[in-house]
């Protein structure tokens, strides 16, 4: 699966994976309103991830 995903593409997902882990460990250690700051980044990354697929698809 990952085969088909450009450098880009991969890149951005691992940030997003990335910064949802990050998230998690905040949660858990008790600073809960900095998690959910840190966890809403999650589906922005993965907006703009979408955002420059459909730019790269009109070429």
Do not use: N
Not at 7 to 23: H, P
């Amino acid at each position: 699966m990952l085969g088909k995903l450009g450098k880009t593409d991969r890149i951005l997902l691992f940030l997003a994976l990335g910064t949802l882990i990050f998230s998690e460990l905040m949660w858990f250690q008790g600073e809960r309103e900095g998690a959910l700051f840190v966890g809403l980044w999650v589906p922005s990354i993965l907006g703009f991830a979408i955002f420059l697929k459909l730019l790269k698809s009109d070429k």
